[in-house]
């Protein structure tokens, strides 16, 4: 059964750091383009990072260009994002997601994560 985990989210104070994974089950999360989403309240769900299955590419919002990162522990099959110089937009709630073979999609449940002082 594929499943997606989340973890590593709370509250920071703004300039603070934070590290979220993303732990994958029943499939291999280095042969899927993983990714990280978030919704904020009152907003749409929005595309923050991803990290492509074949050579590791990069992308990222605008927003977070520059303060988050995105990487990939094969041999624990789980996805990270490191999130540095946080500030109070970055509130939302983050979401792991596989794009796997077929374009089958899976969403993990969420982490909430609050900056405020």
């Known amino acids: 059964q594929v499943r997606l985990v989340e973890s590593g989210g709370g509250l920071v104070q703004p300039g603070g750091s934070l590290r979220l994974s993303c732990a994958a089950s029943g499939f291999t999360a280095s042969s899927a383009v993983m990714s990280w989403h978030r919704r904020a309240p009152g907003k749409e769900r929005e595309l923050v990072a991803l990290i492509t299955s074949t050579g590791g590419d990069t992308n990222y919002s605008d927003s977070v260009k520059g303060r988050f990162t995105i990487s990939r522990d094969n041999a624990k099959n789980t996805v990270y994002l490191q999130m540095n110089n946080l500030k109070p937009e970055d509130t939302a709630v983050y979401y792991c997601?596989?794009?796997?073979?077929?374009?089958?999609?899976?969403w993990g449940q969420g982490t909430q994560v609050t900056v405020s002082s």
């Open positions: 997601k596989a794009v796997r073979r077929l374009g089958a999609t899976n």
